[in-house]
Nanobody, 122 residues
């Protein structure tokens, strides 16, 4: 499975962006999917995850209520709608496929895509 994230860019604080993660090589309908991010000089951190059929979904506390993860299995694509963006959301965003969703844990991802850069100015 190859994953390609897109939709990043430079926005002002308070604005929105929607990231897309297009999968190729095989269908991802049988995989959980997720988003992670990594800011300069910081460790990679979990952002959101979604189950195979679109549920469950769960989020990092830092984005809860502002970000929404979704997927369209017919299009082999996952999305991350980001609203009320803050400067601290600035990072490279990566999508993932595979792995296990257990409660509010998402781990053991099988596939990682290249990141898309999100920069939020104050």
């Amino acid at each position: 499975v190859q994953l390609q994230a897109s939709g990043g860019g430079l926005v002002q604080a308070g604005y929105s962006l929607r990231l897309s993660c297009a999968a190729s090589g095989r269908t991802v309908s049988s995989y959980n999917m997720g988003w992670f991010r990594q800011a300069p000089g910081k460790e990679r951190e979990f952002v959101a995850a979604i189950g195979r059929s679109g549920a469950p979904t769960f989020y990092a506390d830092s984005v809860k209520g502002r970000f929404t993860i979704s997927r369209n299995n017919a299009k082999n694509t996952a999305y991350l709608q980001m609203s009320s963006l803050k400067p601290e959301d600035t990072a490279d965003y990566f999508c993932t496929a595979g792995g296990t969703v257990a409660g509010t844990k998402y781990y053991g991802m099988d596939y990682w895509g290249k990141g898309t850069q999100v920069t939020v100015s104050s």
